[in-house]
């Protein structure tokens, strides 16, 4: 679950990217942001001198168009609270309309309207498929219908994606062979779940298809972590946060430095356990490299993940997608001033 000082590093982390820091400024904010308010205090804990951080805050100054800390502060603040009422993910809460799929829930998908409430998406289900106006779907920032065998179940599909004329992401409950699924996809449906799909997979995958923003969509496929992996079997990392393609692993400056092989190219060898899952190892690439910690960096590398199985990447996707719904919270709530960050 991500806490109070990750959630700060990635907000600074978009406010840095926003107004073009470089990592050294980043560093400076982040110290700033943590209390650290004096020139001197940020100097010995970056080991510049005052000079090096007067010409740094010039500079942060001149991108963010402030000309204080009490206003970077404040427009730190503002953006952290946009970003939060958006990331969160919208300005506007989406709504998904549920077509005929009252009658699932005996079979794994209680609660799928008040998933999808709790997660700050609208619910939208009309007393059977006849209520459904193309209003309604043009509306709507997904659809989510019950897909049935034989004619009535066809039409009902078909009926969907031909009034979808804004092409919403649909998708489809129900057991059907493989032949009608990839006739489902061909014409259009976006993703077909069994009928015992559990409902919070459904929401991860409609959160997956309404978020727009590539910043946005990364965070919500990566989770922060308190793992440990272990490299090549020779160094043990801290697993800080981990995706569906890969993960970012921690190492003290000491260790990366002596750690000589894991350049960028390099191919890795990764061990890690997920909860009650069965261990991991997983061949990796590292692609980035950070070789020595910052105040809002830890050092590290970050390795993509090159040969998962089926099995591991289900795995994969189910923790991330529990541990990120959990600590995502609900959506449509209205920010509230953050409580103090312990840096």
């Not at 804004?166 to 449906?189: C, M, N, Q, S, Y």
Request: include cysteine; hydrophobic fraction near 40%; glycine fraction near 8%.
């Amino acid at each position: 679950m991500e806490n109070a000082s990750s959630l700060l590093r990635a907000q600074l982390g978009s406010f840095a990217e926003t107004h073009q820091l470089t990592p050294r400024e980043q560093d400076v904010v982040y110290l700033l942001l943590c209390g650290t308010a004096t020139v001197q205090r940020i100097a010995d804990a970056l080991g510049l001198s005052q000079n090096t951080i007067h010409n740094h805050f010039k500079s942060i100054f001149r991108r963010t168009k402030t000309n204080s800390k009490a206003a970077l502060l404040a427009l730190f603040i503002d953006q952290a609270m946009t970003h939060h009422a958006r990331l969160i993910p919208f300005v506007r809460q989406p709504s998904v309309l549920l077509v005929d799929v009252a009658d699932l829930s005996a079979q794994g998908t209680d609660g799928l309207s008040a998933a999808l409430e709790r997660r700050g998406l609208r619910a939208i289900e009309p007393e059977g498929a006849a209520k459904i106006d193309d209003a309604l779907i043009q509306h709507a920032d997904a659809i989510v219908a019950q897909g049935r065998s034989g004619p009535t179940g066809t039409e009902l599909t078909q009926s969907l994606l031909e009034r979808n004329a804004a092409g919403r992401p649909l998708f489809i409950i129900g057991d059907a062979d493989e032949a009608t699924i990839h006739a489902w996809k061909a014409a259009g449906v976006t993703q077909v779940f069994a009928r015992d799909v559990i409902a919070d997979e459904v929401v991860f995958s409609v959160l997956e298809k309404v978020i727009q923003s590539s910043y946005d969509h990364n965070r919500l496929v990566r989770v922060d972590t308190e793992l440990k992996a272990n490299v090549d079997r020779r160094y043990t990392a801290g697993l800080d946060n981990i995706g569906f393609g890969g993960a970012f692993l921690s190492l003290e400056d000491e260790e990366l430095a002596a750690a000589a092989p894991l350049r960028v190219g390099r191919r890795v060898h990764v061990e890690f356990e997920l909860g009650d899952a069965p261990g991991m190892g997983i061949e990796g690439e590292v692609r980035w490299l950070r070789n020595r910690s910052r105040p809002a960096k830890p050092a590290g590398v970050g390795v993509r993940f090159l040969d998962l199985n089926e099995t591991q990447r289900q795995q994969l996707q189910s923790y991330v997608r529990r541990n990120k719904l959990d600590s995502l919270g609900p959506w449509d709530s209205r920010p509230t001033r953050p409580a103090t960050v312990g840096c």
